[in-house]
């Protein structure tokens, strides 16, 4: 029987919660203005009680932390999270109430079998549909098709004509690679029309520029730019959907053989429009709101998680000079390395998890709607938001490995998550000898694992609701590293540091514009 049925148990303790000094907005300051400061300084409560209640205006959040713990909730089968997608709907992606309430009120989950205890009409589930159109058109099948096409799309886009022998000088780092990465994730999976909406994609990242504002419900009048830049960005989208009908209307032949669609990009992005229109209290411009929603979700992360890694390439001569072998030694000769023998290569594999390990700071929301849920000798009440914070779990120092201090949590370490045979202080894991064998170590090379950090690195969430682009976007990095430093010589030309303007929703950026220069190798 699940833990969730059992009967109230004298050992069960009261959940501890988190203090405040004001009392009507109680933790929401912190909570939502400065949340880095605010988590680093309950760590040690939260990660003694494994759940915490933190009370803000209007609610409670119950914050879940220990490997263990999370772990045990991203397995939950009855745990939701369209009523905390709903709010963001709302809030930050524009969504009128009555749509918002689809979200809010399915509380029937996203498998096939409805959660018990949920009486939600068919026509009203959202959370299966979503589900479905996702895991089909971005995993499985879907991926090897839409990779494709990425590689194809970013290998153009990397020709860069302007970019020669000698050194290029741009003033954005970050920006440089919103406008080459970024437009060929929108490309492949949205179709060319999207991006050829005037300025979409620099109204898309100005938009995620100001979307904390729009999460922290700040009025117009309070964060203009915040309102201006959504209205800009959903117009976009607006035009897109029309421009996209009409072409839709006027191409008789079925081009989907592999999977992609003419004027939606993909198949998956077609039939999600009739999708979400099937269900009831959506409307045309719920489904613009929801594509907002996806297309924000699709680059805002990948992107600069992209900009991290290749910050810490170009600044590091010997890591970079390994990663170079790393990839040259892969067919050599071979002008484009396949992403499938790329991927398999430990060291490019360590890249793409530690950067996000580095800089992954979502909240991933949860609630039961129907059932309390226990953990830790704890029981959150139905209904409650509950959050996993990646921060909290990503720095935690009884899990990870930083070699004594070496390479300590708030810091870069390419190669955390390799497993040298010949170093028993290798690995993730901070006692990693325990889960390498004798024998293999005495064998084999360097490896990549992940082995031992369920619940502990979570930079996708996790469990049956766990982020459908993870394998995609795991591609589109390590893919964009190999071209990076095969083809290119960068170097950043101004100090920088890092930046959490998005904690809760988003990853680590460096703070402000970084100069840089750029040369194609011979
Ligand atoms: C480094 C890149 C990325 C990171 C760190 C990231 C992270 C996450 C996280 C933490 C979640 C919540 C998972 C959970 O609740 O357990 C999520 C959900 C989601 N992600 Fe990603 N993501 C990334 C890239 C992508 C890409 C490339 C796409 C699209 C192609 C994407 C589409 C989505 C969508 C649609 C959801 C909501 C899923 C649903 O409705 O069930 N993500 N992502």
């Given at each position: 029987m699940s833990t969730l049925f059992r009967r109230p148990n004298k050992s069960v303790s009261s959940i501890r919660a988190i203090e405040y000094t004001?009392?009507?907005?109680?933790?929401s300051i912190p909570f939502a203005f400065n949340g880095l400061n605010f988590f680093s300084s309950i760590t040690c409560i939260v990660k003694k009680q494994g759940v915490v209640k933190v009370s803000i205006v209007n609610q409670d959040v119950y914050i879940v932390q220990g490997s263990k713990n999370i772990a045990e909730i991203f397995r939950?089968?009855?745990?939701?999270m369209t009523r905390a997608y709903g709010i963001a709907l709302k809030?930050?992606?524009?969504?009128k109430q009555r749509a918002v309430n689809t979200y809010r009120y399915d509380?029937?989950?996203?498998?096939v079998k409805p959660i018990p205890g949920s009486n939600v009409l068919n026509s009203a589930r959202i959370g299966l549909p979503t589900h479905e159109n996702l895991s089909h058109g971005l995993l499985g099948a879907g991926l090897d098709q839409i990779t494709l096409r990425f590689e194809k799309e970013f290998y153009d886009s990397m020709?860069?004509?302007?970019?020669?022998g000698d050194w290029t000088y741009y003033p954005d780092f970050a920006r440089f690679i919103e406008a080459q990465l970024g437009i060929c994730v929108l490309k492949t999976l949205f179709g060319p029309l999207l991006v050829q909406q005037p300025k979409f994609v620099d109204d898309l990242f100005d938009f995620d520029r100001h979307v904390m504002d729009l999460a922290r419900r700040l009025p117009f009048i309070l964060a203009p730019k915040a309102h201006r830049a959504r209205r800009r960005v959903l117009n976009g989208i607006k035009n897109w959907h029309r421009d996209a009908h009409a072409l839709s209307e006027e191409?008789?032949?079925?081009?989907?053989?592999?999977?992609?669609?003419?004027?939606?990009?993909t198949a998956m992005v077609k039939d999600r429009q009739k999708m979400l229109l099937d269900?009831?209290?959506?409307d045309e411009d719920a489904v613009i709101s929801a594509d907002l929603a996806l297309i924000w979700a699709s680059v805002t992360n990948v992107v600069p998680s992209s900009v991290t890694v290749a910050l810490h390439l170009f600044t590091d001569p010997s890591l970079l000079a390994e990663t170079r072998q790393c990839v040259e030694r892969?067919?050599?000769?071979?002008q484009r390395p396949d992403i499938r023998a790329l991927e398999k290569q430990p060291l490019l594999q360590s890249l793409h998890a530690e950067s996000l390990r580095f800089g992954v700071q979502i909240h991933i929301p949860r609630a039961a709607p129907h059932h309390t849920v226990s953990i830790s000798n704890a029981r959150i009440p139905k209904d409650e938001l509950i959050l996993v914070s990646t921060y909290l779990a990503h720095n935690d120092p009884d899990i990870w490995n930083t070699q004594e201090g070496k390479h300590p949590l708030d810091t870069f370490w390419a190669g955390r998550f390799l497993i040298d045979?010949?170093?028993?202080?290798?690995?993730?894991?901070?006692?990693?000898t325990q889960s390498v064998p004798e024998a293999t170590r005495l064998n084999s090379e360097v490896e990549f694992s992940v082995e031992g950090l369920e619940g502990a690195w979570i930079p996708y969430g996790g469990?049956?609701?766990?982020?459908?682009?993870r394998l995609l976007a795991k591609r589109i990095m390590i893919l964009f590293i190999a071209v990076m430093v095969e083809r290119f010589d960068i170097e950043p030309m101004a100090e920088f540091k890092y930046s959490?303007?998005?904690?809760?929703?988003g990853v680590q950026k460096p703070l402000g514009k970084i100069p840089f220069r750029i040369k194609r190798r011979r």
């Open positions: 004001i009392p009507f907005l109680k933790s939950n089968p009855y745990l939701t809030h930050c992606f524009g969504m509380t029937s989950g996203s498998r020709e860069l004509p302007e970019v020669g191409t008789s032949e079925d081009p989907r053989h592999d999977g992609s669609d003419i004027a939606w990009g269900v009831d209290g959506q892969i067919d050599p000769g071979r045979p010949h170093d028993p202080f290798s690995g993730p894991r901070r006692r990693p469990g049956h609701h766990a982020c459908p682009g959490s303007p998005r904690f809760g929703f």
